[in-house]
């Protein structure tokens, strides 16, 4: 049996968090879940672009998480959340994937919940992605106000089953069906957090949440608004007001991490 530390995670914990109230596995509470899960933890690579990120073990992503309230990337959301749903008795299957390209390494991950017969993902760690859960089935389509998402089934040369995730007509990323280990997970978080070029998180600002406005995108520079029924808003940002943004989206900046990521993004520019 494969060891994802779930006692890591406190369902009562993480349900009060999100502000969903438990009850019994159905769509409905996989749609609530995700849904509150997205508004209640922002996506952010703070802590990799500082240098400074201390790991993606469970007992690290429960305390920063649900404690520390610091957001977090995709292998910190969706072990967070699939440790809660495996406490709450649902059947889950961590899934890795590739990011924009089949060139690029498996450095993406999501998840499946089995339920009634059928396969859901969830995308809990991409930034502006799923807000509930869609059928892993081909030509499934979830509409969003920011753009119809799709699924879409394809099978490599090699054989290997992949599911492009699709935002209109781009590509968001290719997860495959191939058992994930914990240490699939450490190394992907070792690549997108340490090796040189691999990925924006070591260069580039990211931090980004759903509010009940819309949702909200932070980058070293700019702030992109997007709101239900209304025009993408882009806005430049200097290093001070990028600060306070990411602050306004609930991240904890004390004076330390502040000063240490304005010069962080000084020496970016």
Request: some cysteine; overall charge negative; charged content about 25%.
């Given at each position: ?6 006692d ?6 993480y349900?009060e ?5 438990p009850?019994?596995p ?6 609530r879940?995700?849904?509150g ?5 922002p996506?952010s ?8 990120h201390?790991?993606v ?5 429960a ?12 292998f ?10 495996e ?7 961590r ?20 339920l009634?017969?059928r396969?859901?993902m ?5 930034g502006l992605s799923?807000?509930g859960?869609?059928?892993r ?17 394809r ?17 968001q990323h ?9 240490t699939?997970?450490?190394g ?8 040189p ?22 980058t070293s ?15 430049e940002?200097?290093?001070?007001q990028v600060?306070?943004?990411v602050a306004?989206?609930?991240?904890p900046l004390d004076?330390?991490?502040?000063r240490?990521l ?8």
């Amino acid at each position: 049996m494969t060891d994802w530390n779930l006692d890591a995670y406190d369902p009562a914990v993480y349900l009060e968090r999100v502000g969903v109230e438990p009850g019994p596995p159905s769509l409905d509470l996989l749609e609530r879940i995700h849904r509150g899960h997205v508004a209640a933890f922002p996506f952010s690579n703070l802590d990799v672009l500082l240098g400074r990120h201390p790991g993606v073990r469970p007992e690290i992503v429960a305390r920063r998480m649900l404690h520390q309230g610091t957001g977090g990337y995709c292998f910190e959301h969706v072990q967070l959340m699939a440790g809660v749903l495996e406490r709450l008795g649902l059947g889950v299957r961590r899934r890795l994937g590739r990011v924009h390209s089949e060139q690029n390494t498996r450095t993406h991950m999501c998840l499946d919940v089995e339920l009634d017969d059928r396969h859901w993902m969830m995308d809990p760690g991409f930034g502006l992605s799923l807000t509930g859960p869609i059928p892993r089935e081909d030509g499934a389509r979830r509409e969003e106000f920011f753009g119809l998402l799709s699924l879409h089934r394809r099978v490599t040369d090699e054989g290997i089953e992949q599911w492009e995730l699709r935002r209109g007509e781009a590509v968001q990323h290719l997860t495959d069906l191939l058992p994930v280990m914990p240490t699939d997970v450490h190394g992907g978080h070792h690549i997108t957090s340490t090796l040189p070029g691999a990925g924006p998180f070591q260069t580039m600002l990211i931090v980004s949440r759903f509010t009940e406005a819309g949702h909200v995108t932070i980058t070293s520079g700019a702030r992109t608004l997007r709101r239900p029924g209304q025009e993408t808003v882009h806005e430049e940002l200097t290093v001070g007001q990028v600060i306070d943004a990411v602050a306004d989206l609930g991240l904890p900046l004390d004076t330390q991490t502040a000063r240490e990521l304005g010069q962080r993004l000084r020496a970016l520019a």
